[in-house]
């Protein structure tokens, strides 16, 4: 059986979501410099909103963004039933001298954000690399990774699923945790 | 989306449309790592790739190992020509050889055909066959058929006839399957000393005239003659051949269309295309070359995909 409990709704994804644009703004300014990249293929949503919110903050149209496939880039290939299909690599600027932002909408075990890394840096040398992600499933990580901007951190069983919905997907936005009951 | 349905790459006839359809959403992802300024995946960097070529290979054995190299495999390489093949040593003990080494993937060229098959019955490695004898060429067949793909967007209803000697072309019937299968329709055209007893079977005509071959099809893909092949000869001369089923700019020039032309090389150039048609903008040739990178490349990956973990 399923048992299911929605964490965030539409509202506070958007709250959530303006919070952590104001956050990026601290510290990248105009983003003059700044690169925000989304990890294929669920970082590509929250991307396009953050995307879309700075625009309207700062008035800059032109923020640099893209989006990276990891899936050359996995450490479990033979590890793995399904098939890795890659998406889209979708980053059509050098990052050379680039402060990036990656972008996901969860954080678990921390190795997506490991090949990312590894896949970022075949376009150059960026000069810093930020994690910013909606969820955080903190003592979850098998890396030592940690995120720079949080949306909202959730302490949850490893056995347990945290699903974000997009409005682009399935029609509404809300982020749910989702208990198998044995 | 589903895994590949078969562990080996050992004939396109072995394969299902979802396969195909697989390897070439995933060749179309590797043509942007190509671009990118480091081409170099870790993908299978725990794994060790043996490309066996007991026949001369020039383009498959360096875009193989290029693909393989982009893809972070150690690779080991061996022609039978500087072996103990020809010592008398069996292929199965070659393998064995090579396999107590520690090998997770073999990449087989051999003159027999089924060489690859009986590999597979044999060994405990994933097996590419990379031409057996005149039996089949899957990877060829793979990067042609992509290659309509990336040229016209799908392959579907798409009227391809293939030229030349269709008897000992694996090529052909490689070809054959993996373009029926994604709803393509296929003829072909040669001599009819060069065409297989059981054409009909395949669901697959033959044209005996080149200029109706070229009016009704949309690609041409000229294959070539293999002489290496023929301890008989199967038409009187190289000259008579290639007046009848040679493809040059006047016989293009006198179609009332445009038809693509394909070859999978090397060119006997004069004989089954001219230079003006093989360096003109009909020709995809090259195109192919290119593909022959990102076709193999998704294929390894796939495969590789389904070793069990370490």
């Given amino acids: 059986m399923l048992e299911e409990r929605e964490i965030l709704n539409k509202e506070s994804i958007v709250i959530t979501i303006e919070r952590l644009c104001h956050q990026l703004i601290e510290t990248h300014n105009t983003f003059d410099n700044t690169v925000l990249i989304g990890v294929q293929p669920r970082g590509t949503y929250l991307n396009n909103r953050i995307l879309e919110k700075l625009e309207l903050i700062v008035c800059n149209s032109n923020i640099a963004s893209g989006n990276v496939d990891i899936s050359f880039y996995r450490d479990d290939l033979m590890r793995r039933d399904e098939p890795i299909v890659p998406e889209i690599m979708d980053i059509n600027i050098s990052l050379e001298g680039k402060n990036v932002v990656l972008i996901d909408d969860v954080l678990f075990t921390g190795r997506s954000i490991r090949s990312a890394i590894d896949a970022l840096m075949t376009f150059g040398r960026p000069r810093s690399v930020e994690l910013l992600t909606l969820i955080d499933r903190r003592f979850s990580r098998d890396l030592p990774i940690q995120p720079n901007y949080v949306g909202k951190v959730i302490d949850a069983m490893e056995s347990e699923k945290i699903i974000v919905e997009w409005k682009e997907n399935t029609g509404v936005d809300r982020v749910l945790i989702r208990k198998s009951k044995q | ?310």
């Fill in chain 2, 1 to 310: 989306m589903s895994n590949l349905s078969v562990d080996h790459l050992l004939g396109i006839k072995y394969l299902k449309k979802s396969d195909v359809e697989l390897i070439f959403k995933t060749a179309d992802n590797f043509k942007k790592i190509i671009n990118q300024p480091i081409k170099k995946v870790p993908s299978l960097r725990d794994i060790t790739i043996a490309n066996l070529f007991f026949e001369d290979s020039t383009r498959t054995k360096l875009s193989f190992e290029l693909a393989e190299k982009r893809l972070s495999a150690d690779v080991i390489n061996f022609a039978s020509g500087s072996s103990s093949v020809k010592k008398g040593e069996t292929l199965l003990d070659t393998v064995n050889n090579i396999l107590a080494m520690k090998v997770d993937m073999i990449v087989l060229r051999h003159p027999n055909p089924g060489a690859s098959v009986f590999l597979s019955r044999n060994v405990d490695a994933k097996i590419v066959n990379a031409g057996d004898g005149t039996h089949e060429h899957p990877t060829q067949a793979l990067l042609d058929t992509y290659s309509i793909r990336e040229k016209y967007g799908e392959v579907r209803d798409k009227r391809i006839v293939i030229i030349g000697d269709i008897l000992h072309s694996r090529v052909a019937l490689s070809n054959i399957y993996c373009l029926q299968k994604l709803g393509a329709e296929v003829k072909v055209c040669g001599p009819s000393s060069l065409m297989p007893k059981h054409l009909d079977s395949l669901g697959v005509t033959h044209f005996s005239n080149l200029k109706k071959a070229l009016e009704w099809c949309d690609i041409a893909n000229v294959l070539r003659i293999q002489l290496e092949r023929q301890d008989v000869n199967y038409f009187p001369s190289l000259r008579e051949y290639s007046m009848l089923y040679g493809i040059d700019k006047k016989i293009l020039d006198s179609l009332n269309k445009e038809i693509t032309i394909m070859h999978p090389g090397p060119i006997n150039r004069g004989v089954e295309l001219s230079s003006d048609v093989a360096d003109s903008n009909h020709a995809i040739i090259l195109d192919q070359v290119e593909n022959g990178v990102a076709t193999p490349f998704s294929t390894w990956f796939l495969l590789a995909g389904k070793i069990q973990g370490n």
